[in-house]
């Protein structure tokens, strides 16, 4: 059964830094496109970055670029999204997703989902 559980997400402070963790079960997550988006209640659902993009994706949204990074351990299954300097935007709730089909900033083209981890940025 695939399964993807995500972990990391606490309370930091500005300017800190954090990683998010997914461990992917039942897919390898060298084989299958991986992502990492985020939700916010007044905004909905919105991308974050990917391990791998169509031509006219951009791997990062633009807010991020620069800030967040995203990795994968294929020995440990695994895709991080490692952000740094944090502002008070990033609180979040935020998902992994995955698919084997396209790779896009669109949610709604993404099958399989976590559970999510939620940040917070303290004032």
């Known amino acids: 059964q695939l399964q993807l559980v995500e972990s990391g997400g606490v309370q930091v402070q500005p300017g800190g830094s954090l990683t998010l963790s997914c461990v992917a079960s039942?897919?390898?997550?060298?084989?299958?496109?991986m992502a990492w988006f985020r939700h916010v209640p007044e905004e909905g659902r919105e991308f974050v970055a990917a391990?791998?993009?169509?031509?006219?994706?951009?791997p990062y949204a633009d807010s991020v670029k620069g800030r967040f990074t995203i990795s994968r351990d294929n020995s440990q299954n695994t895709v991080y999204l490692q952000m740094n300097n944090l502002k008070a935007d990033v609180k979040a709730v935020y998902f992994c997703?995955?698919?084997?089909?396209?790779?896009?900033?669109?949610?709604?083209?993404?099958?399989?989902w976590g559970r999510g981890t939620r940040v917070n940025v303290s004032s």
């Open positions: 391990t791998t993009w169509s031509p006219n994706m951009k």
């Open positions: 997703a995955a698919g084997r089909d396209l790779s896009t900033s669109n949610p709604g083209s993404w099958p399989y």
């Open positions: 039942g897919l390898t997550v060298s084989t299958y496109h």
